[in-house]
């Protein structure tokens, strides 16, 4: 029998409940040929929870680039390759986008399979403005580094969604308020559709307070929302801005330059900040 032209399907899958898995989905998993995953034996998992047999191969963010080429021979040989990550939509912080630019560049068929996604689930349940918003992923790890880009971020008046790791979380926030100012309003959404799913609401300050006094706040999945900056009615004088950074950097350490150059300008400490980074690199 010859087979047709192959295809790729992105598939979401389930960010905890098990039961949040479409039909659609069930039945794609079915009918592939072979299952790219992000971690074989987490979705060995589901595929046992929903009585599904096929063959896998791993691709994650550390050979995606290697398995490639033998899957776009495997689209050309006329098979159906499902792509899945451990939870959720592939490509949102997860692997796949090689795969996916690559499939449709060569001229293969991609479709998706759409469903879960903690960024949409998390922004569901916040109460917060959701009709425009943007996703930051991962912030860095590192202390310095993350501040620098929370002051990037300081000014966006969208609605920010981050994902977190649970034992980050607590120094996060405490950035954030240092960046942000503590009345921020934010969410914490913790393991959502997994048996223990909480949603810590409040303030910035309020949440680096919730953080150090519960026990749990530092545990599981973390999905972060954050309301954006206000709108300002009177702009800066940039050319001003500059000027006072430019002057003040030369004498004082970076953050009390920063500080000295908001006050004078009425701009944010970390837009000040901000320009006096741009000009170090």
């Known amino acids: 029998m010859v087979k047709g032209p192959g295809r790729l399907q992105v ?7 098990l039961n949040d898995l479409s039909t659609r989905a069930h039945q794609a998993l079915g009918e592939a040929d072979l299952i790219a995953a992000e971690d074989t034996r987490h979705t060995l998992g589901l595929l046992q929870a929903i009585g599904v047999s096929k063959p896998m191969v791993s691709l994650h ?3 995606e680039g290697q398995r490639v080429p033998d899957l776009l021979a495997r689209l050309s040989a006329g098979e159906v390759v499902a792509l899945v990550s451990d939870a959720g939509t592939p490509l949102l912080s997860d692997p796949g986008f090689e795969l996916v630019s690559a499939a449709a560049s060569a001229g293969f068929e991609v479709r998706v399979i759409p469903g879960p996604s903690a960024i949409t689930a998390a922004l569901a349940v916040a109460g917060l403005p959701t009709s425009r918003f943007c996703f930051e992923g991962f912030l860095p790890s590192r202390s310095r580094e993350r501040r620098n880009e929370l002051a990037r971020l300081a000014r966006e008046t969208r609605t920010l969604v981050f994902f977190e790791a649970p034992h980050r979380i607590a120094e996060t926030l405490a950035d954030m308020v240092s960046e942000f100012g503590g009345q921020r309003r934010a969410v914490v959404a913790r393991e959502l559709t997994k048996a223990h799913e909480t ?3 409040g303030s910035l300050i309020e949440l680096v307070g919730l953080s150090a ?3 749990n706040f530092q545990r599981g999945e973390i999905t972060l929302v954050v309301s954006g900056a206000e709108e300002v009615a009177s702009a800066v004088d940039t050319k001003m801005l500059k000027r006072a950074v430019e002057l003040l950097a030369k004498e004082l350490p970076p953050g009390r330059a920063a500080s000295i150059a908001a006050q004078l300008t009425g701009a944010s400490r970390s837009e000040a900040y901000a320009l006096i980074q741009k000009a170090e690199d």
């Open 61 to 63: 963010a550390y050979n």
């Open 11 to 17: 598939v979401a899958t389930p960010i905890g409940n």
């Open 199 to 201: 949603i810590y609401r």
């Open 213 to 215: 006094n519960d026990a």
